[in-house]
């Protein structure tokens, strides 16, 4: 099968930058998919940073340590862009009006007036492509749970609760990174952080909350710097969000939370919904199980747990057998947004990317949870516009 070719440009070479990196390497496990990305040129303030790019990715060409310069690189289509917080309004700006199409990491802007700029900047730019990442929805047992709410399978919903939930920064001897400061990861702290991937369902089926309450906890306060002396730890740890849901139809609480320390947790996502016709859960702690309780008037309630085949959006081979990881769900995702690349409104699109819409929506509730926070009230949300 002759594949279209997108030549991508990787600016932030840390932890994410990598994860591309390995997805884009291993783009022969997708079958069926007629379009591939190649990193041709890399980018970090920290040149060391790209050296593992060197090393391990024969199809870059081209290492800056500008993004400017990556940018004027005409063999570049389209830009992965993975850095600190406080950097994504310039550079995702200055990604769409250089006119390349951007794959940008959540939360898409420090803040809302960032966020803002960067939607400016996407409304102004029609043909140019923009997704923001978040790939915990690619997991096989989420997409069951994408197709139910398709379906109304869950008839009257009652309740909604989604989380991301971590643990490692229960060690108070963790050292401090850009990740606990305001000035490079905001003042949403962990909503920042997680809240893209807690509300990327949320977004995509529609549930666009009237209002919240907020409870924001800061808990270790200080943590060693790279001398081991003890520094302020300034953002958010935990963050619990009471969201009212009202639909034409039908109105239900929805619970968001997103945990740095959540006892125990390390990277689990999930999402559960009660409903009068079914409940379902599905939890990266379970990485292959999908658990629910179809229920009819009168009948026995009993969950059924099953095994999730291997079944993603975009086919592998990979047998139904065998479980789904996280790496899995970067390569899916990554696939949708190449799907998109190459085929434009044609492309087949199992499930969608998260969009700048979505990242919006997401800004709205996290700067109305700041407030509510620091009044104690509860918010009301403005979706018009
Ligand atoms: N999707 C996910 O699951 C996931 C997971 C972790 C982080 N993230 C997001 O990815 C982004 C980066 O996080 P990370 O964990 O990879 O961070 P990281 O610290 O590992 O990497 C960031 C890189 O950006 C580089 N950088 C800083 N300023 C730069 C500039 N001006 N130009 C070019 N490079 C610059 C740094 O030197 C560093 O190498 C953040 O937005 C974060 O929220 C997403």
């Not at 789904?324 to 190459?342: R, T």
């Amino acid at each position: 099968m002759s594949k279209t070719i997108i030549r991508f440009g990787v600016i932030g070479c840390g932890l994410m930058g990598k994860e591309f990196a390995s997805a884009a390497a291993r783009w022969c496990h997708l079958t069926n998919v007629d379009f591939e990305p190649q990193i041709t040129a890399v980018c970090d303030a920290n040149v060391s940073a790209t050296q593992w790019f060197k090393e391990h990715v024969p199809s870059v060409k081209a290492v800056y340590t500008d993004y400017k310069e990556l940018l004027a690189d005409p063999s570049v289509d389209a830009v992965y862009c993975a850095v600190p917080h406080h950097l994504h309004a310039q550079i995702y700006v200055d990604i769409i009006e250089s006119g390349k199409h951007l794959l940008g990491e959540k939360p898409f802007g420090i803040d809302q007036d960032a966020n803002r700029l960067i939607q400016e900047a996407v409304l102004k730019h029609p043909d140019v492509i923009v997704r923001c990442s978040s790939e915990f929805p690619f997991f096989p047992g989420a997409q069951r749970i994408v197709q139910w709410v398709k379906e109304k399978k869950f008839g009257t919903i009652m309740e909604v609760e989604a989380g991301f939930w971590h643990s490692s920064d229960l060690d108070p001897g963790k050292p401090m990174n850009w990740k606990r400061q305001i000035a490079s990861n905001g003042e949403y702290g962990c909503m920042g952080d997680l809240g893209m991937h807690v509300l990327h369902l949320p977004m995509r089926f529609g549930w666009k909350p009237k209002s919240v309450r907020a409870l924001l906890a800061n808990i270790i306060r200080q943590r060693p710097d790279a001398s081991g002396s003890p520094v302020p730890c300034e953002t958010w740890d935990n963050a619990i969000l009471a969201c009212d849901v009202e639909l034409e139809d039908q109105r239900f609480p929805m619970v968001l939370s997103t945990k740095r320390i959540a006892p125990g947790h390390a990277n689990t996502w999930f999402i559960r919904i009660a409903g009068t016709e079914c409940s379902a859960e599905f939890t990266t702690k379970h990485p292959k199980q999908i658990t629910y309780l179809p229920y009819t008037p009168g009948g026995v309630q009993a969950w059924h747990v099953e095994d999730a085949p291997y079944q993603s959006a975009y086919g592998t081979i990979t047998g139904g057998i065998f479980e789904f990881g996280f790496s899995d769900s970067i390569l899916q995702m990554w696939a949708a947004f190449c799907d998109e690349l190459a085929h434009g409104k044609d492309a087949r699109l199992p499930f969608r990317c998260a969009t700048p819409e979505e990242a919006v929506g997401s800004h709205k509730i996290f700067t109305a949870a700041l407030e509510s926070n620091r009044t104690g009230q509860t918010i009301p949300i403005d979706w018009r516009n």
